[in-house]
T-cell receptor
Framework: AQKVTQAQTEISVVEKEDVTLDCVYE???????LFWYKQPPSGELVFLIR??????QNEISGRYSWNFQKSTSSFNFTITASQVVDSAVYFC????????FGTGTRLLVSP | DAGVTQSPTHLIKTRGQQVTLRCSPK?????VSWYQQALGQGPQFIFQ???????QRGNFPDRFSGHQFPNYSSELNVNALLLGDSALYLC????????????????FGQGTRLTVV
């Protein structure tokens, strides 16, 4: 069975701090995708990134970066110089045709 | 180009009633997946439709059923509503080529928030 664990329920930081959201996954599949989504209070899931299981290169997009390590089954997400607008619930997900989501990490960025 | 659109945005139903939620996929997409997100939880996969047939199903009772139309839009039906069905229902669209799904879950709608009283 597939499983995604986001052990951090809630993280509070002050603006401009760096923050890392952890994601650990379990799967027996050899082909899968890993995802990160942002869910603001409005409820819509905002797609941030999708990584193929065969591509372990880390990725950077502006203030966002992702560290994919197959050896530890982790796909961590770092926000550099956090801003108040980053406050949201962040979900990590795993799958191919259907997704298994973690329980989410609520990030609170205060001014 | 419109993304994934869902209707209605909010809905209040009484226990025991039936409800229908609607989803129009992103232009060019032919595969629709439905997810249920209870308060404080991550979304859970309900089922996926492709070529007007249910292709995969999660661990949901038969009270949850769906349909896909020739224009690729989809409906989620829930019968005999329970208080526990109160949740945000999300639709995601993607594109299938043969057995390969492209754009997997990159596009979600804004969701329908269902309250059962």
């Amino acid at each position: 069975a597939q499983k995604v664990t986001q052990a951090q329920t809630e993280i509070s930081v002050v603006e401009k701090e760096d923050v890392t959201l952890d994601c650990v996954y379990e799967t027996r599949d050899t082909t899968y995708y890993l995802f990160w989504y942002k869910q603001p209070p409005s409820g819509e899931l905002v797609f941030l990134i999708r990584r193929n299981s065969f591509d372990e290169q880390n990725e950077i997009s502006g203030r966002y970066s992702w560290n994919f390590q197959k050896s530890t089954s982790s796909f961590n997400f770092t926000i550099t110089a956090s801003q108040v607008v980053d406050s949201a619930v962040y979900f990590c997900a795993l799958g191919f045709q259907k997704l298994v989501f973690g329980t989410g990490t609520r990030l609170l960025v205060s001014p | 180009d419109a993304g994934v659109t869902q209707s209605p945005t909010h809905l209040i139903k009484t226990r025991g009633q039936q409800v229908t939620l609607r989803c129009s996929p992103k232009s060019g997409h032919d595969t629709v997946s439905w997810y249920q997100q209870a308060l404080g939880q991550g979304p859970q996969f309900i089922f996926q439709y492709y070529e007007e047939e249910e292709r995969q199903r999660g661990n949901f009772p038969d009270r949850f059923s769906g349909h896909q139309f020739p224009n690729y839009s989809s409906e989620l039906n829930v019968n005999a509503l329970l208080l526990g069905d109160s949740a945000l229902y999300l639709c995601a669209s993607s594109y299938t080529t043969g057995v390969v799904v492209t754009d997997t879950e990159a596009f979600f709608g804004q969701g329908t928030r269902l309250t059962v009283v």
